[in-house]
């Protein structure tokens, strides 16, 4: 990972951990090096983390990757001037799918173990379920990160998918989406459904056009540090 830690004050900072995309099969950290070095001007501790790459490792190698990342980050906590309670997660893409689930994944207290307190997903992939089988998501097919088709592991599908472990202790979650993007709007629409059952505060942000996850960035970028500085600190 990635450190970028404030130039001014002591501490300690809230934290927010950055999960770049590229279909689960390509991207690395320095993608998001940019962003994390931003939120470090503006008083947060910005990480952006690798994770195992497929298909040489499938699903849930990924999420392991993620939560170990957030695990290093609370231990490590002083060294880096981080307030460990305060902790969030932002990433596009697939990364917004592995930033949700991150934040979906378990129950109890946002402000430790392997919980986040605020998450920001673009173009997130919420179900796998109600994806099209033939969908594509930054050219990866869904079935090659999870490494098995629908119909041989669909226990598998189901469990990669944020919507399907939405709970009322999930933390706030921010969502942006393309209105005509690769990613079905239904996604983010369903995810926001399942959010409102279990009163997880949440806000959606559309973008008219096609971009996708990053390329639409400069667009959401103010609505999603106000976000973050609102609810991370």
Known sequence: MDVYVPGTGTGPFPALLFIHGGGWTKGDKSWFDGDAGKVAKLGMVGIAVNYRLAPAAVYPAQLDDVRAALAYVRAHASRYKIDPTRVGALGSSAGGHLAALLATYGTGSKSSGSRIAVVAARSGIYDFMTMPTYALVDGTKVSTFLGCDVTACPDKWVDASPAA?????????????????????????????????????YQLQWV????????????????TVTFLKTYLG
């Open 208 to 223: 008219a056009g096609s971009q996708h996850g990053s390329g639409y960035q400069s667009q959401v970028w103010a609505q």
């Open 165 to 201: 472990h939405v709970d009322p202790t999930d933390p706030l979650m921010y969502m942006a989406n393309g209105t005509a993007e690769s990613v079905p709007s239904q996604q983010p629409q369903d995810m926001a459904t399942e959010l409102g059952a279990e009163a997880v505060p």
